[in-house]
């Protein structure tokens, strides 16, 4: 058996400390150590993009790092993104411009959809694309996911207001 290691990682704004085997994937840590389900185990190879999380601030497919690698880092999971009565602005795109079907896939959309956001505020619809390429939707053909991002997009610029949506 592997020697345990311990790790410091910030998630969601609260310090976590725990012993981990030096083998355990972020995604299981935050998932079976923290109990923080909304990010997804969709394939274990990094294809689908369902445990898509920001680790300092940059999207990362939790199923690609070691938590130990996470080590006295920050990590935002979907639970942190937004809260109960306040949502982020991509979480209320998903909802105002029906961005999901079966929501396997939102956790890690929305995730990448940040992200993105983070780094391009004004992106056009093949920015958009590009930016969720990494991440897989099994039932929709990513027409609302693109406007949902479109709408998050405009209402962080201030653009939008909440329920705009319903007119176009």
């Not at 910030?10 to 990010?39: D, I, K, W």
């Not at 790092?65 to 920050?74: K, P």
Request: net charge negative.
């Amino acid at each position: 058996m592997a020697d345990k290691a311990t790790v410091h990682i910030t998630v969601n704004g609260q310090p976590h400390t725990s012993e981990v085997e030096p083998r355990l994937l972020l995604v299981h840590y935050l998932r079976e150590h923290l109990g923080l389900t909304g990010t997804h185990v969709g394939c274990d190879t990094s294809q689908c993009g369902a445990c898509t999380v920001h680790l300092d601030g940059q999207a990362v497919k939790s199923c690609t790092v070691f938590a130990v690698q996470a080590d006295g880092s920050s990590v935002t999971t979907i639970e942190g993104i937004g809260a109960m009565g306040h949502l982020h602005p991509v979480q209320e795109g998903f909802w105002e411009m029906h961005g999901l079907q079966c929501g396997f896939c939102t956790p890690g959309m929305i995730m990448a959809a940040a992200d993105l956001l983070n780094h391009n505020p004004n992106p056009s619809e093949e920015e958009i694309r590009h930016g969720l390429e990494g991440n897989y939707c099994r039932c929709t053909g990513y027409h609302n996911i693109v406007r949902a991002v479109q709408y998050a997009a405009d209402k962080m610029s201030g653009k939008k207001s909440v329920g705009a949506a319903a007119d176009d």
